[in-house]
């Protein structure tokens, strides 16, 4: 999750310096290629509206990294991210962890 954070931060960082290559790195790192690493018995345990959440929120990380590499635009990157943060924020008020 800290790795969502320093990915919007590169994201960002490409957007203002009209640099492509840091918003590829970036949304890639946060991919959904990085989904495998979470453990197996997390997953089951995760009530799928936060999973579907989750998943749309690895895949906006790709598009973000495949439309900056194919064909890059300020623009369309930001609205991008700020799609992005509407997840973010979306969960975060929705899901909280907590022990019973
Ligand atoms: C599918 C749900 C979900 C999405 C989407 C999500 N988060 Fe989170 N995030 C959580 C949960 C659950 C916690 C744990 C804290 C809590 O219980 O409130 C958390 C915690 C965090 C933390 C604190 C991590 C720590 O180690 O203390 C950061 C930073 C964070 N999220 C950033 C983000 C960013 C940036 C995004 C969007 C790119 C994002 N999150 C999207 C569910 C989500």
């Known amino acids: 999750m800290r790795v969502f954070l320093e990915s919007v931060r ?9 640099n492509p290559s840091i918003i590829i790195t970036s949304g890639k790192k946060s991919g959904g290629s990085v989904i495998e690493h979470a453990p197996k018995g997390m ?15 690895h895949d906006l990380f790709d598009k ?12 369309h990157t930001q609205k991008q ?5 509407g997840n ?4 975060h008020s929705m899901y909280k962890i ?3």
């Open 81 to 85: 991210l700020n799609s992005l943060l």
């Open 43 to 57: 997953m089951k345990s995760l009530p799928i509206g936060f999973k579907k959440l989750g998943f749309s929120t």
């Open 64 to 75: 973000i990294a495949k439309d900056a590499s194919e064909n890059f635009n300020v623009n």
């Open 10 to 18: 590169g994201i960002q960082e490409g957007i203002l310096n009209k």
């Open 98 to 100: 907590g022990l019973k």
């Open 88 to 91: 973010c924020v979306a969960c």
